[in-house]
């Protein structure tokens, strides 16, 4: 599957923003999706993945914060951005991988295959 993620923007501190992830090959519920981040001189972090099932697990920084859901329906898979932080700043990626068990909520980056191009988010003061 190739995926797209689209919805960054600049946004001021305090604010939201929704990130989507959309696939070619359609994100079924065969899929564990996830979303990772980037900032400029860091290595790619962990924010927060649903399982096949359902199940979203976040990183401790985002949480309380950040919603991440999925509509098999429409192959889609959305993160929330609340509260958002000059912290966030970062290029957001989504990830897939295809038959993880159904309740598992894979949470490193080697544990997704399939990647998306990326989309920044910037948060100004």
């Known amino acids: 599957v190739q995926l797209q993620a689209s919805g960054g923007g600049l946004v001021q501190s305090g604010g939201s923003l929704t990130l989507s992830c959309e696939g070619t090959g359609h994100i079924s519920d065969n899929y564990a999706m996830g979303w990772f981040r980037q900032a400029p001189g860091k290595e790619r972090e962990f924010v927060a993945a649903?399982?096949?099932?359902?199940?979203?697990v976040y990183a401790d920084s985002v949480k309380g914060r950040f919603t991440i859901s999925r509509d098999n329906a429409r192959g889609t898979v959305h993160l929330q951005l609340n509260s958002l932080k000059p912290d966030d700043t970062a290029i957001y990626y989504c990830?897939?991988?295809?038959?993880?068990?159904?309740?598992?909520?894979?949470?490193?980056?080697?544990?997704?295959?399939?990647w998306g191009q990326g989309t920044q988010v910037t948060v100004s003061n």
């Open positions: 990830a897939a991988e295809l038959g993880t068990e159904f309740y598992y909520t894979p949470r490193s980056a080697y544990e997704f295959e399939n």
């Open positions: 649903i399982s096949r099932s359902g199940t979203a």
